[in-house]
Nanobody
Framework: QAQLVESGGGLVQPGGSLRLSCTAS????????MGWYRQAPGKQRELVAL???????NYGESVKGRFTISRENAKNTVYLQMNSLKPEDTAVYYC??????WGQGTQVTVSS
């Protein structure tokens, strides 16, 4: 099972931007669906965005128009560009490969 390493989280003011990265080990990255999910305290984990090997993307309703998922297969990396961040975007963000492989998560805090 590939290891997923996330980076890019942190503290940002409302209206700001962050870019998350998730790099996977292994050789099957280019053919797998990659996704970002998030979990806020006391809430269920929810889909933020996913990108299939074809490049097809899907977004959660609350982030449409603000977040963009992309992938760079040559680097085994998937990105999440987050713009116009809101306090309600505060959560631990998890990278997911395929159906069962999860990263450890990275904290995103949006606060003034």
């Amino acid at each position: 099972q590939a290891q997923l390493v996330e980076s890019g989280g942190g503290l940002v003011q409302p209206g700001g931007s962050l870019r998350l990265s998730c790099t996977a080990s292994g050789t099957i990255f280019s053919i797998t669906t990659m996704g970002w999910y998030r979990q806020a305290p006391g809430k269920q984990r929810e889909l933020v965005a996913l990108i299939r090997s074809s490049g097809f993307t899907n977004y959660g309703e609350s982030v449409k128009g603000r977040f963009t998922i992309s992938r760079e297969n040559a680097k085994n990396t998937v990105y999440l560009q987050m713009n116009s961040l809101k306090p309600e975007d505060t959560a631990v963000y998890y990278c997911k490969q395929g159906t069962i492989n999860w990263g450890q998560g990275t904290q995103v805090t949006v606060s003034s």
